[in-house]
Nanobody, 111 residues
Framework: QVRLVEWGGGSMRAGESLRLSCADS????????VAWYRQVPGEQRGLVAQ???????TYADSVKGRFTISRDDARNTVHLQMDSLKPEDTAVYYC?????WGQGTQVTVSS
C-alpha cells in the first residue's frame, strides 16, 4: 500500500528547534511537489511549506525565515526544519503529495 509516513514531532519550548521528516513508500514524491500542512482543532488544515520537484520552495508568511523545507529524492524523503518555534506553531503536521496524506505528527510548543 502506497503511503506517506511522518515522524519527528514532539513537545518543545519556545525558541527551540525540531525537524520533521516524511518518507514515501511508493515513489509518490518522484517528480511531484511535496507539502507540509498543519491543523489545530477547530480550524482548517493550512499550508506551511511546499517544495517542487525542481526545489522551488514556498512558505506561509507565519513561518518564513524560521522553517526550511528540503527534499532528498535519493531517499524519497522530505524534511521540515523548524527553528525558533513559537507556541502558535502547535498543531498536527501533515505531509502531502499527489493528493496522498500522511497520518500526521503532533508538535507542541510551550511558552
Amino acid at each position: 500500500q502506497v503511503r506517506l509516513v511522518e515522524w519527528g514531532g514532539g513537545s518543545m519550548r519556545a525558541g527551540e528547534s525540531l525537524r520533521l521528516s516524511c518518507a514515501d513508500s511508493g515513489q509518490i514524491f518522484s517528480g511531484k511537489t511535496v507539502a507540509w500542512y498543519r491543523q489545530v482543532p477547530g480550524e482548517q488544515r493550512g499550508l506551511v511549506a511546499q517544495i517542487s520537484s525542481s526545489g522551488t520552495t514556498t512558505y506561509a508568511d507565519s513561518v518564513k525565515g524560521r522553517f526550511t523545507i528540503s527534499r532528498d529524492d535519493a531517499r524519497n524523503t522530505v524534511h521540515l526544519q523548524m527553528d525558533s518555534l513559537k507556541p502558535e506553531d502547535t498543531a498536527v503536521y501533515y505531509c502531502m503529495s499527489a493528493g496522498i496524506w500522511g497520518q500526521g505528527t503532533q508538535v507542541t510548543v510551550s511558552s
